[in-house]
């Protein structure tokens, strides 16, 4: 059993905003009071416990007596175990970049009790069985690991995935992320037959035949490295394309990682008329801007590209106003090789589950652009509640997958439990330390 003492719970699912403590009790939360009032409780529970355990002596189920762990959380905030409907683990096939077990370290460190992994790996998550194996080694990390499934076989967009198998085998949502789906009627039929299983679309949208250098915005910055850049015209283009087949078939998508301030509007004026379509964004993409590709080079190098400061800012509007529902990280590990290429040759993609909660306290919080519990919404509640996983609240039997955390205090990020560093933020003095992340009643982290 594990008590929490004198905490601030702030949850935006069920509105708890207070001081209180919080009795688990196995996987579940048991019991929430008011400060000090579930000593008594926690004693008399333990006692039980401890009768019970003297009563089956020479059993052979005989168990050594659970103890009663306390955390005193004084000055801290409990909020829900965070949320990412949006990482890559590389695995299988790119494990030298990252691997489900690390990658579940690294969303640990940085308070994610959830996660949900993209499938552009080797093999792809096209087929039951790459989807079931990733699930089940990731049930052995100690905190929730789901999968999505593909929308085409092999990734490459010529022919549908067989829905149906991928969601038996677990698959939470469907998405080819790392690749757009570039054929319209295709895209229109996957929209057809996701909706008919009530299962979401992810897109990455950015039309190819518009780019010419990737990861980089074609502009300013991209002319002083002597290079192309992929305009933002290639994402506002898929996203308008997309917004009119979601209307056309009432499938339910979701725009990952968006990047243009057009791109915001557009979903926020779908929205007004019942689309059903939805928007993450990036910690990167509302913290940076091209400029950093010339401080940090290939570090600050992803798909879509970092754009100007009226793009940050309209991102920013649009996690304000509730048009981007989601904070995703959009979690791209590689190796310190890779990133070191021309970046011409350059991987895009950063790491961030381990600075997500940090850089949104920062940069959203402490500016006074939102508010934390509404980081918080946007970090757990919402991509729970979208995706339909059992998270992202704090109840009476709830799950008792929960991030403790001081968003005063500061911390130094100097190294990475990632298997790879690929971050622009390493190195830098952060705030929103995290002291523990607990999934299932256990401590993953303790920071």
């Known amino acids: 059993m594990l008590i929490i003492k004198n905490c601030r ?11 209180y403590d919080i009795l688990i009790d196995g996987e579940r939360i048991s019991k929430i009071g008011f400060c000090g009032s579930l000593d008594d409780m926690a004693a008399e529970e333990m006692s039980m ?25 004084e000055g801290m905030v409990v909020a829900p175990g965070l949320v990412d409907g949006h990482v890559h683990f590389r695995d299988p096939g790119f494990t030298y970049k990252e691997d489900i077990e690390s990658g579940a370290k690294a969303a640990a460190r940085g308070g994610f009790t959830s996660v949900i992994m ?16 990733a699930i089940a080694r990731g049930s052995k990390t100690g905190i ?15 022919e549908l995935v067989d829905m149906d198998a991928l969601i038996g085998a677990g698959a939470v949502l469907f998405t080819d992320d790392g690749k757009p789906i570039t054929d319209a009627s295709l895209m229109e039929k996957a929209c057809i037959e996701a909706a008919a299983r009530n299962r979401i679309i992810s897109l990455h949208e950015e039309d190819p035949q518009f780019i010419t250098d990737n990861g980089i915005n074609a502009g300013d910055v991209a ?50 008329c019942g689309v059903r379509i939805h928007a993450e964004a990036t910690p990167h993409h509302f913290t940076l801007t091209q400029d950093a590709v010339l401080k940090y080079g290939a570090l600050a190098k992803m798909n879509p590209p970092l754009r100007l400061e ?16 989601m904070i995703a990280t959009d979690h791209a590990p590689h190796s310190r090789e890779e990133k070191q ?55 009476e039997g709830g799950p008792a997958d929960l991030v403790i955390f001081n968003p005063d205090a500061e911390w130094d990020f100097v190294h990475s439990v990632s298997k790879s560093s690929n971050t622009p933020f390493l190195g830098q003095r952060l705030p929103g330390k995290i002291s523990f992340t607990i999934c299932k009643g256990m401590v993953v982290y303790q920071g």
Do not use: F
């Open 223 to 272: 002319e002083k490295l002597g290079l192309k850049g992929s305009p933002r015209q290639a994402e506002i283009s898929m996203v308008e394309r997309d917004i009119e087949i979601a209307k056309k078939t009432g499938a339910e998508l979701v725009v990952q990682h968006i990047s243009a301030a057009e791109s915001v509007e557009a979903i926020r004026n779908a929205k007004k």
């Open 341 to 395: 290429k021309d970046l011409r040759q350059a991987p895009s993609g950063i790491t961030g589950l381990e600075t997500s909660l940090a850089l949104g306290i920062r940069e959203l919080v402490k500016t006074g652009e939102i508010s934390l519990a509404e980081l918080i919404a946007r970090m757990s509640t919402n991509p729970a509640r979208l995706y339909g996983l059992d998270a992202g609240y704090i109840r």
């Open 310 to 325: 009226s793009d940050r800012m309209a991102i920013i509007e649009g996690l304000k106003d509730g048009t981007i529902e």
């Open 118 to 133: 993209m499938g552009n790996t080797e093999p792809h998550m096209d087929n039951p069985e790459t989807v079931t194996d």
């Open 49 to 73: 416990k401890l009768i019970y355990a003297e009563s089956q002596a020479g059993s052979s189920k005989t168990q050594a007596p659970e103890e009663l762990t306390e955390i005193d959380a």
């Open 144 to 158: 929730r690991v789901y999968c999505c499934g593909n929308v085409t076989r092999d990734m490459v967009g010529k």
């Open 9 to 19: 719970i702030i949850d935006p699912g069920t509105g708890l905003n207070g001081m």
